[in-house]
């Protein structure tokens, strides 16, 4: 069965540093990947999403996450952090064969002045 | 740029009540899903639907939950006869195809059942 674990629920980076969150997938299949983000009373939007291409996945916002099967991990970087940020982001795993997504728990990305 | 509105934002009901939560998908597409998110917890795959009928459903959606898509916009769940345990932030999606095509989501319905 599918699964994603996002390591930790809350995660603080100072504006201007990196920013890091982590994701691990467990799938039987080649999976497609996703990373969604939540602003405050929004719905989630698409950063960005792994579907067999290039490893490396240029999202908006500046974005980016590597797909590595060895690790089974899809962590999401974005190389300096901005206010605007600030916001919950969610791993997703869909088996290509289905429609439903399976999401992560989330994690919420503060930022420090 | 078009998206995926739901209504009511929030929605007070007794236990035992029935709720309709509406979601307008973006117009030209063909998919539609919902999704719940029960406070603390991971969101999840309720149904899809396409074609004016269920194209997959989750163990969560049980008889007490329906679908409809009652006119050419609107895409409504159903919960006939709430619970306290069906408190929760629903999700509705769309996509212009399936599976791997992007959804696009709504701001969600926040029900609190009584």
């Known amino acids: 069965a599918q699964s994603v674990t996002q390591l930790g629920s809350h995660v603080s980076v100072s504006e201007g540093a990196l920013v890091l969150l982590r994701c691990n997938y467990s799938s039987s299949v080649p999976p497609y990947l996703f990373w969604y983000v939540q602003y405050p009373n929004q719905g989630l939007q698409l950063l960005l999403k792994?579907?067999?291409?290039?490893?490396l996945v240029k999202g908006i916002n500046g974005f980016e996450a590597e797909f590595k099967k060895s690790e089974t991990s899809f962590h999401l970087t974005k190389p300096s952090a901005h206010m605007s940020d600030a916001a919950e982001y969610f791993c997703a795993v869909s088996d290509r064969g289905d429609d439903k997504i399976i999401f992560g728990k989330g994690t919420r990305l503060h930022i420090l002045p | 740029e078009p998206e995926v509105t739901q209504t009511p934002s929030h929605q007070v009901t007794q236990m035992g009540q029935e709720v309709i939560l509406r979601c307008v998908p973006i117009?030209?597409?063909?998919?539609f899903y919902w999704y719940r998110q029960i406070l603390g917890q991971k969101v999840e795959f309720l149904v899809s639907f396409y074609n004016n009928e269920i194209s997959e459903k989750s163990e969560i959606f049980d008889d007490q939950f329906s679908v409809e898509r009652p006119d050419g916009s609107n895409f409504t769940l159903k919960i006939r006869s709430t619970k306290l345990e069906d408190s929760a932030m629903y999700f509705c999606a769309s996509s212009v195809s399936r599976r791997q095509e992007t959804q696009y989501f709504g701001p969600g319905t926040r029900l609190l059942v009584l």
């Open positions: 792994y579907t067999s291409a290039a490893t």
């Open positions: 117009s030209n597409h063909l998919y």
